[in-house]
């Protein structure tokens, strides 16, 4: 009898335990729709599936390092102009010197096209790809966007047999679901590392069409141009951004962004863009009462371009604008990217706030010029011919900056005063007229002090190393 019950216990505790472990496996599971993915055990079929496409990308490139600074402070002009130009370039002649750099990209179809960010291969002269197997092909740039920091390049050598990786579509993807990055940190080919979507639509600042997905996998310089892989094995993210100070902190660009961009970088060498001709700028909470708006969204419009589609379609300054061709408009860097992926040409529908009201208009989208670009810049860049931000991540990855105050030169325009100057894209300024320039509100505010036909005296680090240059404006 005692055994028959302790056998009897036995069984109950048994089915106790597994029943346990089956609710656990299936709380372990998420189902969306029909389809249910379960905890994963390993990663390895799905890293050993996807590591052939992903190449490792080495550019060689020329960069011209200025000679003596103090030159530029000795125009033609200036008394005793002539010898002490003539004193200083003799000592110190302007050099150039072969920069290497490491990156990453993975191939997206059978005729060796490979997608990768535009940081790394930007003014390349010769660039390199190596697969997994270890073979090796020489590549050439197709197109590049800066804007989105993506570019395509393509295998220009002989080739066959090439692993490819899909592209997914990131507006599927969810804040919790698995992620491999895979690439090639600090030189270091073909790492894996795993990890979560932390956030998605993420805005740090690198440029008007920010909409990044936020990642914990560990991601470091070399990575960029890297896939950030789904469960499936489909691309949904490019590895682009990281913040040096932060650990488990990294930024992809969203496949489908980067689907728009590369089927026009394949087809036109370029990306074309949208344009209606506003400048807008977030809606607070104290300004979405004042606008008449229940909650703080939207785009207020600051300025709208004279003779530009937004003036023929009725917007006006103050307008605040909700919806941009049927899609709400969340927040102010929702309607750059909505309006830079719309057809040049097409039609919309736009609602906007005005007096606390509702108004339907229709605008029709033009394409985005150099000439409508630069007419919206800041007189300061145009007539300098540099573009300059504040150091954020992007920059600080993209120039390998640890400055923590300044303000960093993104962009000079050949031929410009700031290139005659020598001042060179990753140049940080740290000084405007013995002003100190800790951001770039301090840096517009100073060079809002310089008249033209002055010169501005800028104190620039470079490297290690800090000097000033002058530049005369115009």
């Known amino acids: 009898m005692r055994k028959k019950l302790a056998t009897f216990v036995m069984v109950i505790l048994l089915s106790v335990v597994m029943g346990i472990f089956i609710g656990t496996q299936a709380g372990c599971e998420s189902k969306k729709g029909s389809e249910v993915i379960g905890f994963p055990q390993s990663f390895a079929d799905l890293a050993e599936k996807a590591k052939p496409a992903v190449v490792n990308i080495s550019t060689e490139k ?10 530029h402070f000795f125009g033609p002009e200036e008394p005793f102009g002539d010898f002490f130009r003539r004193f200083f370039d003799e000592d110190i002649p302007d050099r150039e010197l072969k920069q290497q750099s490491l990156g990453s990209g993975f191939i997206i179809d059978k005729d060796g096209y490979i997608i990768t960010n535009n940081h790394v291969v930007e003014g390349a002269d010769e660039i390199k790809v190596k697969l997994a197997d270890g073979r090796e092909f020489k590549a050439k740039v197709i197109g590049r966007d800066p804007k989105t920091d993506l570019a395509l390049i393509k295998i220009t050598t002989l080739f066959k047999n090439l692993p490819v990786l899909p592209l997914g579509d990131s ?13 090639n940190p600090f030189g270091l080919e073909h790492t894996v590392t795993q990890g979560i979507i932390s956030a998605t639509g ?6 008007p069409y920010d909409n990044f997905l936020q990642t914990d996998a560990p991601i470091n310089p070399g990575n960029s141009g890297g896939p950030l892989i789904n469960l499936k094995g489909e691309v ?12 488990g902190i990294g930024f992809a660009i969203p496949s489908n962004m980067a689907k728009n961009v590369v089927s026009q970088l394949k087809e036109k060498g370029k990306v074309v863009r949208g344009w209606i001709g506003v400048s807008v700028q977030s809606v607070t909470s104290e300004m979405a009462q004042s606008f008449g708006l229940k909650e703080p969204k939207g785009a207020l419009v600051g300025d709208v371009v004279s003779g530009s589609p937004a003036e023929k379609a009725g917007i006006r300054r103050g307008d605040v604008i909700i919806a941009f061709d049927g899609k709400d408009i969340k927040q102010m860097s929702d309607l750059p990217r909505m309006v830079a992926e719309t057809p040049v040409g097409k039609t919309v529908d736009i609602k906007v706030i005005r007096d606390g ?50 303000v960093v030169v993104i962009d000079v325009l050949s031929g410009s005063p700031a290139d005659m100057a020598g001042i060179q894209a990753g140049d940080v300024i740290k000084e405007v007229n013995r002003k100190p320039v800790k951001n770039m509100k301090d840096y517009e505010a100073a060079m809002g002090k310089v008249s033209k036909g002055s010169p501005v005296l800028l104190l620039i680090k470079r490297g290690g190393q800090t000097f000033y240059a002058s530049i005369k404006i115009s």
């Open 62 to 71: 020329t960069v011209r390092i200025p000679g003596s600074p103090f030159r």
């Open 171 to 183: 507006d599927k993807i969810r804040v919790g679901d698995w992620v491999l990055a895979i690439g």
């Open 202 to 207: 993420r805005v740090i600042g690198s440029g």
């Open 236 to 247: 949904i993210g490019i590895n682009s951004a990281i913040i040096a100070s932060g650990q």
């Open 357 to 406: 009201k509702e108004v339907d208009l229709k605008i029709t989208v033009a394409e985005l010029t150099e000439e409508r670009l630069r007419a919206q810049m800041p007189v300061s860049e145009e007539t300098l011919g540099m573009k300059v931000d504040d150091i954020t991540p992007r920059w600080a990855h993209q120039f390998r900056l640890r400055d923590k105050g300044g």
